[in-house]
């Protein structure tokens, strides 16, 4: 059975930082590319990051960049966001999920096939 | 960024209904669109992905279609448990964007 536990949200201060954990289970995690995913309260889905099997590749949002880092432990079978200069506009439901690569007629492609139960982050003073 | 444009933005059909969801890409994306359904207070699962591949253990009712830019989502007969948001999203280059959902109601 797939599972995706996030922990680590909170409240938090403009400006401050919080790391989020994700610890995985059921699935070869040391092969699976892993992404973060935000909702913002009564908003719709916003990709912000992902990470290679071997951490070689990282990807980010714009909306992120410079201010969030991705990371993994392959042998812990989890992923993390670390979360720096943190702002209002950063309140959301923060999942992580995996990211899940295939062919499809030849053609290869992805999507986000598992998904955790979410982890809340408020920035506010 | 390829924007994604999902219509309606809500909808309520009856109980054994059909029902259809659009999404619209700015750009060609070829088949690489996906669909998720989120129920209220959910995370979102996975139901559809290359536009038309069920993903494992999604019901039968649940069909999808397109290519290029212009794609559908389709229920064929319509379940109470339906309800919820539903979320188109590409897959064609990073970032990897969503529509903006469409709301389904149960009348």
């Known amino acids: 059975q797939v599972q995706l536990v996030e922990s680590g949200g909170g409240l938090v201060k403009p400006g401050g930082s919080l790391r989020l954990s994700c610890a995985t289970s059921?699935?070869?995690?040391?092969?699976?590319?892993m992404s973060w995913i935000r909702q913002a309260p009564g908003k719709g889905l916003e990709w912000i990051s992902y990470i290679g099997p071997s951490s070689t590749y990282t990807n980010y949002a714009d909306s992120v960049k410079g201010r969030f880092t991705i990371s993994r432990d392959n042998p812990k079978n989890s992923v993390y966001l670390q979360m720096d200069s943190l702002r209002a506009e950063d309140t959301a439901i923060y999942y992580c999920?995996?990211?899940?690569?295939?062919?499809?007629?030849?053609?290869?492609?992805?999507?986000?096939?598992?998904w955790g139960q979410g982890t809340l982050v408020t920035v506010s003073s | 960024d390829i924007q994604l444009t999902q219509s309606p933005s809500s909808l309520s059909a009856s109980v054994g209904g059909r029902v259809t969801f659009t999404c619209r890409a700015s750009q060609n994306i070829g088949r690489n669109l996906n669909w998720y359904q989120q129920k209220p207070g959910k995370a979102p699962n996975a139901l559809i992905y290359?536009?038309?591949n069920l993903q494992s253990g999604v019901p039968s009712r649940f069909s999808g279609s397109g290519s290029g830019t212009d794609f559908t989502l389709t229920i064929s007969s319509l379940q109470p448990d339906d309800l919820a948001t539903y979320y188109c999203q590409q897959s064609f280059t990073s970032p990897k964007t969503f529509g903006q959902g469409t709301k389904l109601q149960i009348k």
């Open positions: 059921g699935f070869t995690f040391s092969d699976s590319y």
């Open positions: 290359a536009a038309s």
């Open positions: 999920v995996r990211d899940h690569y295939y062919y499809v007629s030849g053609s290869p492609g992805n999507h986000f096939d598992y």
